[in-house]
Each structure stands twice: as structure tokens, then as C-alpha cells.
């Protein structure tokens, strides 16, 4: 076990960070989204097996405006989001209380953004689905709602649940298909075209707080309820796989790496706020790190680096993967 008292590579960003998100578009997967006070501020990083040494630099800053004290709870990028094109092109959406912005951004000097209205209880989580031609999400209120972003931004599709949306993920493959967990414990996979639900798994704890698809196996789903990551495998989903406990007196979201070919997730509970790495298969952590707050955790694209945000600083650590 890698037990660390600091991580590999730091970033100070001055200001108390709400929420982040790495873009995992391969042609902008060093673009950062991290929400401040008042503001969203996009970075670039260049990691050590890119550029020779740990770089970042600051390449815009996108306003909340009025927030009423809400807090940014989510970010996720649109899939055609590239700093490869002429110009940049830079879509990404933020969840602010029971509201959503999309934000559309040549990170020079065009900038625009609409706002999404319709939940009444704070949103949890946001994704694009069906390539980009919809923005979905779950809140508070009992509901996973579907929304077209073409033309007119509208909510076309809602989903009733039976308590809070807490995750809501894109399948890996499949762009149809999305995951929608609950935070009584029930995970749904839907089929957007079809407008219904293909499969549902039930966790035998909860408050379940997050959830996600393995990208090494698209047939296995985690999520992290009362403590304990719980596998299933969609192939035998009515009991699932592997439950073992991570976070003694529970944890608060579940990620699984995006560029290895084995599965290795990495969670953050309590007690205190532990970030923990683990291959899927095992008990023994990979990495143990503590933070000062929490307020996001992600996984590098294609390299093998976990990130968490503690206070002010977004900090990475390199996860030494079998």
C-alpha cells in the first residue's frame, strides 16, 4: 500500500474550490472547469509524461453572476469540446442549485451561455448523452430530466424516481444508454430513445451516494452506499458481484480510472475526508491520502492520475497501476 502524506503535483488556486471536472475528450483531456465563489476558471495542465515536468497555466475566467448563495454541484464538458480546432471550442455545463448553465466558449473572446430551468430541488449531477444532443440530470426532486440543447434548450424527457437522483452517467459504448442511481439504492439503466427503463440493480445499503460504469468492462457498474462499494455485473445483475467496505463511516462519491485496461477505482468517505485508490478485485489500497474538505475527484483521461480538490489547491497523484 501507498500511503502518502502529500500528493505528486499541486495546483494553488488561491480561492476555496467548490467543484472541478477534467475534460475526457481526447483532444482536451488537460482542460479543467473549476468553480470559485464567483466565477468558473478554465486551466490547462501538462503532466510530467507530456511536457518533462508538471505545468499548468490559467486560460479564462467564465461568471457565475448572481448566485443567491447557491453552489456549483457539477461540471461536465460537452463531447465536442476540443482545443484542437480553429477556433477553440469549449461547451461545458454547470449545475447551480436547482438551475443549469451551458456554457459555449472559444476561450478568446466569444462567450455565451443559456440557462436551464425546470427542477425544483437542487440538482446532484449532470451529463451529456446520445453524442451531445442531450443535456441530462437527476436532483432532489425525484426526478432524472432529459433536455435538448439544439436550437432552444428544453426539457423534453422526465424520468420519475423514487427519492434523489444522486449520479447520472453516460454508458461507455452505448450512447443510448444512461445510468441513473438513486439515492435509496436503486440504479436504473435507460435507454433514452425508448424513453424507458431496460434493467434496474438494487444495493443492499443505502443512502447511496454516487455511481459510475467500469470503462475496462462496460457490463460492470459501483456504486459507493453506507461505506461499501458495490459491483454488479449487468450479465447477473440480481446480486451483486463484490461488496466490501472502504469508508467506515461513509463515503461521498465512487470514480472508475478512465485509461486503465484493468478496473482500479478510487473513492473519497469518511472518516475525516479519505481519499482511497483500490483495484476493483482488491481490499488493499493502492493510495491513502487525507484532504481538508471535499469538493470533486477525477480521473486523468489517458494517464494514470487521480485528482481531488482539498480547499484551495487541486491536487494530483500518480497511481502506480499493475
Known amino acids: ?31 479543467i472547469a473549476v468553480a470559485l465563489e464567483r466565477r468558473i476558471c478554465l486551466i490547462v495542465v501538462g503532466l510530467p509524461e507530456e511536457s518533462g515536468e508538471f505545468l499548468w497555466h490559467h486560460l479564462q475566467d467564465l461568471e457565475l453572476g448572481d448566485r443567491d448563495g447557491r453552489f456549483v454541484s457539477a461540471i461536465t464538458f ?10 477553440n471550442n469549449v461547451t461545458f455545463c454547470a449545475a447551480l442549485g436547482t438551475d ?11 462567450n455565451t451561455f443559456d440557462t436551464l430551468k425546470g427542477h ?32 432552444e434548450a428544453e426539457n423534453v424527457i422526465t424520468f420519475c424516481l423514487s427519492s434523489a437522483g444522486m449520479s447520472i452517467k453516460s454508458h461507455p ?29 438494487e444495493s443492499p445499503k443505502f443512502p447511496l451516494m454516487s455511481a ?58 469518511r472518516p475525516g475526508v479519505t481519499l482511497k485508490v483500490f483495484g476493483a478485485k482488491s481490499t488493499v489500497p493502492l493510495l491513502v491520502a487525507g484532504l481538508k474538505t471535499y469538493a470533486g475527484l477525477a480521473w486523468h483521461q489517458r494517464l494514470p492520475y487521480i485528482s481531488a480538490a482539498s480547499d484551495r489547491k487541486l491536487l494530483f497523484w500518480k497511481v502506480q497501476m499493475k
Not at 443549469?100 to 466569444?110: E, P, S, W
Open 1 to 31: 500500500m501507498r500511503t502518502v502524506s502529500g500528493p505528486d503535483h499541486t495546483i494553488d488556486l488561491n480561492e476555496q474550490i467548490q467543484c472541478y471536472e477534467i475534460c475526457a475528450n481526447d483532444f482536451a483531456c488537460n482542460l
Open 120 to 151: 425544483t430541488d437542487y440538482v446532484n449531477d449532470i451529463s451529456w448523452v446520445c453524442e451531445g444532443e442531450f443535456l441530462a440530470s437527476v436532483s432532489d426532486d425525484f426526478t432524472c430530466r432529459f433536455w435538448s440543447t439544439a436550437a
Open 100 to 110: 443549469m448553465k451551458i456554457f459555449r466558449t472559444d476561450v478568446d473572446q466569444y
Open 173 to 201: 459504448d452505448d450512447n443510448e444508454k444512461v445510468l441513473v442511481a438513486e439515492k435509496r439504492g436503486i440504479i436504473h439503466l435507460y435507454n433514452v430513445r425508448q424513453n424507458q427503463t431496460v434493467l434496474s440493480v
Open 212 to 269: 459510475d460504469w467500469a470503462q475496462s468492462n462496460r457490463l460492470f457498474v459501483s456504486a459507493l452506499a453506507g461505506g461499501d462499494v458495490i459491483t454488479w455485473d449487468l450479465n447477473r445483475p440480481f446480486v451483486p458481484a463484490d461488496v466490501k467496505q472502504i469508508h467506515e463511516d461513509g463515503g461521498r462519491v465512487v470514480r472508475f480510472s478512465a485509461g486503465s485496461s484493468e478496473a482500479i477505482l478510487a473513492s473519497i468517505g
Open 78 to 87: 460537452s463531447p465536442d469540446t476540443s482545443l484542437n480546432s480553429t477556433p
